[in-house]
């Protein structure tokens, strides 16, 4: 699949996760086979106000894996603005955000309230493909609700104004994470536009990624939930394209690379942020081994690296004659 000029090698890309997706958990998914990342979605009016916190997003995980920087807000200009500082960062594609379903976000315009004004997300990309050296993407839902599926009337007009691809999430706003995703609604958006789409919702290994290929007859997949304390879905699903076999990681593989990952978040962040979210990605790389209920109990308690190295010890300890 090529994003514009940019060629994208592989099978699967992590999807923008809002307080998960930082730059750590990107490098670590890059180094398990994520084919690009987007990062997590940032304020335009943050970025051009010179916010600190909303400046820290743009930054990119190593490597030479093509990786994305996605804004959202709902003023042509300011996201037009937004985008020309954006690009200081050299990102490989801008994506704009019109599905998160967030009331902090779409209470104000942006995100999925977008999908209710379609002239005005036309306008928003048209105004950062004018601006940005890099292609433009969008990524959205199906709609607002079951009754206003408008996914392929959405796509149909960012495609004109100048995005060179489209992430959908087969969901509609109001449904958020449940039910499963509508793979025919993804289907109507890859029939309605001559540019990529990305299908995603519900990919959790090869099988499932391999079924929304199929199913939607979509260019590519994007991971989301699926990669949260585990980074080797990358892995599984680029295994089970090439027919190779996947033999997962060990209890002591995953920890260990649970650390890997604190340390970066060491590295990126403050320790105290980084502690701070450290506590949940923890306690989804604890979820599904013996005494995780406890293990997980006690991560509301990390404060520094060595409280996870403590944690890890017990859990093998839980589970060593397993």
Partial sequence: MKIGNILINGYASLAPMAGVADRAMREICIGFGAAYTVGELVSAKGITLGDKKSLEFLYRPNGDVPSAIQLFG?????????????????PSFIDINMGCPAPKVASNGGGSALMKDIPLAAKIVKSV?????????????????????????????????????ITVHGRTKKQMYAPPVNLQAIRDVKKSVKIPVIGN???????????????????????????CGNPFVFKEINAYFENREYIPPSLEEKLNVLISQIKLMEKYRNEKVAMLEARKHTAWYLSGIRGAAALRRECG??????????????ALEYNKNL
Avoid: H, W
């Fill in 301 to 314: 308690t990390i404060n520094s690296l060595k409280d996870v190295e403590i944690l890890c010890e017990k």
């Fill in 74 to 90: 709902c003023e042509p200009d300011v996201m037009a603005n937004a985008a020309r500082v954006a690009l200081r960062s050299n």
């Fill in 201 to 227: 919702g519900d990919v959790v290994d090869g099988k499932s990624a391999k079924e929304m290929y199929e199913q939607t007859g979509c260019d590519f997949v994007m991971v989301g939930r699926a990669a």
């Fill in 129 to 165: 493909v004018e601006v940005s050296a890099v292609p433009v993407t969008v990524k959205m839902r199906i709609g607002i609700d079951e009754n206003s599926v408008n996914a392929a009337e959405l796509a149909k007009a960012v495609e004109a104004a100048g995005a060179s691809a």
